[in-house]
């Protein structure tokens, strides 16, 4: 599996400073990449439990306790507080593994699950050895780094989820009140190595519009998260909705925050996700789904490799909830030192301003910042007509003082926007770099051939690749596709440890 030069080079940090066995704060290191070969042997343990068992590991028979024991085992070696919470369904004794790492909040509990059972007539290794393995490797690699959350971490491998949701159900209800409230957030991982595979993050803010709802308070954060990962590596996601198929069932039900990912199931893939994610269109997900095939043949590397470090991501990123520090910041308030690079551009060129509105067909430039009164915009005057000081004639660019970044991990965050009409195209842009001994760009938003209002969004990219250089952060917006109405603002930039 990649494995991120900072993660490497934090590694090689504790080493140095006496071993992994010392106690790092979460915020010191960057989300590991968890190996894929690791993720795999413990499918393979699986796999080898459930040929030894009759070839399932279902609710009640022994290829299911051997799971848990297995699971259990590999917890207890890595320090982790572990319990076997037993239940009775339909006359048999299942079971969930709950492990606590110590420390973190108490209070404040991010608990990550995958149901650990599998269907009578097969394996279950892509449902759900795959979401087993996957948090079972983050929390060993959470014992490895010997991490210190600010968030108390619970993991769970739930029983008789192909029953019903039986296992969480039995677990949330019988938490007392005062207990279920001091968790807040809950990601379920149920199927993450699907061979046809999609790339799903349960939908938080029900932003897919199918009507099913969003999750209770918190899950659009949750859903944030993920999103941002995947788009860290250039994998598109779609929403899927919280249907009641899997364990974060019990969680919501009870108010509380849920997310996870899901790589799909029997359902078919359609051509456009096809022409998205890759694979075979009119083919399910999983051709295996709840069949005896379904086996360590029966896994997509990739997908499984890419949904592992999601887990660790969301783990270390949500876990740590460490306020990030401020190494430097511009509101624009004042003249920090942005100069105006050559460009092509007639009109429209940026400078830093009181911008004034314009409207045509809706919003273009926006008067409104997102702090004070000033901005960073492309000519802030409105004119007599909305066109009247846009961008025209190519690119426009503005550059940032130097900035020294730290060592570790660095983000940039800006709030910006991109307004054009419909007589715009995808040669018209606006896009953020970061110069420094390379040049990369880091943010780009495309035009395109229909009417586009101005409205602020926040992006927030890593730039850890630039830690420890002097780099600059060049704004530049283009009307590059003809004669078409274009604007952009960019507002609070800040650089983040």
Known sequence: MRRRLLAVLATLALVLAGGLNAVTPAAALAPPDIPLANVKAHLTQLQSIATANGGNRAHGRPGYLASANYVKGRLDAA???????????????????????????????????????????????????????????????????????????????????????????????????????????????????????????????????????????????????????????????????????????????????????FTGAEGIKSSAQAQLWGGTAGQAFDVCYHRSCDTTANINDNALNRNADAVAYAVWTIGAAVPPTVVWEDSFETDRGWTRLSGTATTGLWERGDPEATTSSGAKQLGTTTSGVNDLVTGRLAGAAAGDHDIDGGVTSMQSPAVTLPTGTVQLSFAWYLAHGSNAGNADYLRVKVVGATTATVFEQLGAAANRNGAWNTATVNVSAFAGQSVRVVVEAADAAGASLVEAGVDDVKILQ
């Open 79 to 261: 320090g982790f507080t572990t319990a076997l919470q037993s239940f009775t369904y339909n006359g048999a004794t299942g079971y969930n593994v709950i492990a606590d790492w110590p420390g973190g909040n108490p209070d404040d509990i991010l608990m990550v699950g995958a149901h650990l059972d599998s269907v009578t007539a097969g394996p279950g290794i892509n449902d759900n050895g795959s979401g087993s393995a996957a948090i079972l490797e983050t929390a060993l690699e959470v014992s490895r780094q010997a991490l210190q959350p600010t968030k108390h971490l619970r993991f769970a491998w739930w029983g008789a989820e192909e029953l019903g949701l039986r296992g969480s159900a039995f677990y949330v209800s019988n938490l007392p009140a005062t207990e279920r409230a001091k968790i807040k957030a809950y990601l379920n991982f149920d199927m993450v190595g699907s061979p046809n595979a999609g790339y799903f993050i349960y939908d938080g803010d029900d932003s897919d519009g199918t009507g099913s709802g969003p999750g209770p308070a918190g899950s659009a954060q949750l859903e944030r998260v993920l999103q941002d990962y995947f788009a860290s590596i250039g994998v598109p996601t779609r929403g899927t909705d919280f249907d009641g198929r899997s364990d974060y069932g019990p969680f919501i039900s009870r108010g509380i925050a849920a997310g996870g990912t």
